[in-house]
């Protein structure tokens, strides 16, 4: 909960006099309550800030946001809502109290009752948390690119993002400090430092300036363990839920891993009449476009129709369910699904239908020789017979010079720097002979063995166009010790041959052209963005430069180890889908 400053308990009213553009629609009056308080059942009281029609007939539903930054970022959204028959409030947020916030909610003069929530990120979070205690005046959520907490943030797939350090900037203590999250210079600097200074992440607070406390509590959960769990509805809430859901995800560089745990797990577990209710958008943003889409990101460039009105989806969403209005037009199905590069929304029933098919291909090379991007490995349709394997190394003590990651401004999605590097083993297809539509998560099965107890992991997929162009389409990372489970680290045996399946891609969807390959790039984890490993298969968190060994991964490629690729494909038919909406 942000602490705001003085000594008296303020509440100002505050008449803004909107003149709505659309024509023949008269000027909205909105209220404004800057700082409303609610007492909890403690005595702590949260501060609030409240908009709703000035001049109100009778009690209105609420949409409510729970937030750890400021509720003056929901200015404009208030008045939206407020000027379209809604009560909108913000609070500040202090881990818990969504029970009793809501209820409290429920019960104030100009409330009928019914409350809705929204938000992305934390705020996305923050709605599935709201599933555990189930609040009855909770009618229906709307979720966006929520994080799961160590599923994909602080730690993603068991590796940390140094990144924590920067959001704890953002979130701790009495002020927003926005100058100094958003200073991607300084912040670059010190994923840079402490990477290239053999700095433990565990002392990484202290370069970057933060207070400890919340950090070192992090950086002491290294795998998805009760205390990550304890974050996330079990499978016995979700099997309580049975409200309506309107899910929103990207394809590119956010909380898309986490999202579609909740999202898959709410499939899983909730009951069927549940299911039903729940609608699942998916789109070419990245983490921001999931609240503010945009034409062009990364130098990839989309359809207009890539760009949705997103407040108004969410209002008529909520006209839909509190106000029993009819259904968003644009939701014709319960998996809603931008296909890239053919540039138009796709529908499906659920996330198994976005695919008819799946195609396999094998990695394969000549004598050992993949590591040359001119002269790469092969993905062929053919099983592998007596192959030598590929070889690279990491040497967690080469320095390196610049960021690549997720939030790095600049062409990314054309970027081929990692494939040009040499560090990385490379496979290419051959030329499609057709259009190629791949919709969903795609599988990569690696048959490995390292000369270290462990290392971290990392495999892209890219479309590579008839003149050149690299078009990024998905990547994962895995750190090896988890192979077989993020809940349970079991270190390598050197030189034995496992098993690695790497089936936490992002889910995309993508029409590949005539005459593209597929080009497939695995490599080590080499980016002060992500935590650095250093090898040794002690806790990676403290470790230093003197615990660093060099790791030799051989990746083999023959018919007792016939390492993969495997794409969910949809192919063409008469069927509705095929339509251009």
């Known amino acids: 909960m942000r602490k705001k400053r003085g000594l008296f308990i303020l509440i100002l009213m ?20 800057l700082d409303q308080k609610i007492a909890m059942p403690d005595g702590v009281k949260l501060s609030a800030r409240i908009w709703m029609p000035e001049e109100m007939k009778e009690p209105l539903p609420t949409i409510f946001v729970f937030t750890p930054y400021i509720s003056d970022e929901s200015q404009k959204r208030g008045m939206f809502f407020a000027k379209n028959g809604y009560v909108y409030t913000s609070v500040d947020v202090r881990g818990k109290d969504i029970y009793d916030i809501v209820n409290w909610i429920a019960k104030q003069p100009w409330s009928d009752g019914q409350v809705a929530m929204r938000g992305g990120s934390y705020r ?149 009449q549940a299911r039903g209710k729940n609608y699942l958008i998916i789109g070419p943003w990245d983490h921001g476009g999931t609240r503010y889409p945009k034409k062009e990101l990364m130098g990839l460039t989309f359809g207009d129709n890539a760009v949705l009105d997103m407040e108004q989806l969410h209002l008529e969403w909520y006209d839909w369910h509190l106000k029993g209005k009819k259904r968003p037009e644009f939701l014709k199905d319960r998996v809603c699904y931008y296909v890239m590069g053919a540039n138009q929304w796709k529908y499906a029933s659920s996330l198994d239908e976005v695919y008819n098919d799946k195609q396999t291909w094998y990695l394969s090379s000549d004598n050992g020789n993949a590591n040359d991007v001119f002269h790469s490995g092969k993905l062929t349709g053919n099983k592998p017979g007596s192959e030598k394997p590929d070889r690279f190394e990491y040497d967690p003590l080469d320095p390196i010079s610049e960021v690549h990651g997720w939030f790095a401004e600049s062409d990314t999605g054309l970027d081929q720097t990692d494939a040009l590097s040499g560090e990385n083993l490379v496979y290419h297809s051959p030329r499609l002979e057709e ?79 005539k005459g593209s390959r597929l080009r497939l790039v695995f490599g080590p984890v080499k980016d002060p963005f992500f935590e650095k490993n250093y090898n040794s298969g002690g806790v990676v968190a403290e470790e230093t430069a003197k615990d660093a060994r060099k790791a030799i991964i051989t990746l083999y490629h023959d018919k007792k180890h016939p390492s993969s690729l495997i794409l969910p494909i949809y192919k063409t038919t008469n069927n509705t889908r095929d339509k251009k909406f």
């Open 14 to 33: 505050v008449t803004c006099f909107v003149l709505l553009m659309e024509a023949g629609e008269k000027a909205v009056d909105v209220k404004i309550i």
């Open 124 to 272: 996305g979070m923050v709605q599935w948390q709201a599933m555990k205690t189930r609040p009855l005046p909770l009618k229906t959520i709307v979720p966006t690119d929520a994080v799961y907490p160590g599923i994909d943030f602080p730690v993603h797939r068991t590796i940390f993002f140094p990144y924590m350090a920067c959001w704890l900037s953002l979130t701790s203590g009495a002020a927003a400090n926005d100058n100094l999250f958003s200073d991607d210079h300084y912040w670059n600097s010190k994923y840079l430092e402490l990477y290239n200074e053999h700095i433990p992440l565990c002392r990484f607070w202290e370069l970057a300036g933060i207070e400890e406390r919340i950090f070192k509590r992090w950086v002491a959960h290294p795998y998805y363990d009760k205390f990550w769990q304890n974050f996330a509805p079990a499978p016995g809430d979700y099997r309580d839920i049975h409200i309506p859901i309107l899910n929103i995800t990207c394809y590119f560089f956010g909380d898309q891993l986490g999202h579609m745990t909740y999202y898959r797990n709410f499939m899983k577990y909730a009951p069927q």
């Open 435 to 513: 259009d190629l539509e791949v919709s969903g998560f795609i599988t990569f099965n690696a048959y490995l063995s390292l000369n270290v107890p462990d290392t971290d992991l990392e495999a892209a997929l890219y479309e590579i166009k008839p003149n050149g162009t690299s078009i990024f389409l998905a990547f994962t990372v895995m750190r090896a010790r988890y192979r077989n489970s993020i809940s349970r680290p079991e270190l390598v045996k050197p030189g034995k041959i496992n098993l690695y399946r790497f089936d936490t891609f992002n889910f995309f969807s993508r029409r590949l052209s």
